[in-house]
Nanobody, 115 residues
Framework: QVQPVESGGGLVQAGGSLRLSCTAS????????MGWYRQAPGKQRELVAT???????NYADSLKGRFTISRDNAKNTVYLQMNSLKPEDTATYYC?????????WGQGTQVTVSS
């Protein structure tokens, strides 16, 4: 099983920006759909953004315009650019890889936005 690895989380002031990265080795990366999800303590995991193997993107409505998902297949990496961060964006952010019936998650990276 290929396991994505996230990086780039940290502490940032409200209004600031952060870019998360997720890397997954293997030749299936370019064929896989990738997604970012987040989970705050005591809350359900929720969709942030997804990107298909063809590059089509989907965002949570509340995040569209602030967050951007992209991928670089040459680097087996998907990114999440987060701008105008708000305290309510504080959560653990998880990367997901999906290829047909195969799905796997990264360990998560913590994002904390201070007011």
């Amino acid at each position: 099983q290929v396991q994505p690895v996230e990086s780039g989380g940290g502490l940032v002031q409200a209004g600031g920006s952060l870019r998360l990265s997720c890397t997954a080795s293997g030749r299936i990366f370019s064929q896989a759909a990738m997604g970012w999800y987040r989970q705050a303590p005591g809350k359900q995991r929720e969709l942030v953004a997804t990107i298909t193997s063809g590059g089509d993107t989907n965002y949570a409505d509340s995040l569209k315009g602030r967050f951007t998902i992209s991928r670089d297949n040459a680097k087996n990496t998907v990114y999440l650019q987060m701008n105008s961060l708000k305290p309510e964006d504080t959560a653990t952010y998880y990367c997901n890889l999906m290829w047909r019936a195969y799905s796997t998650w990264g360990q998560g990276t913590q994002v904390t936005v201070s007011s």
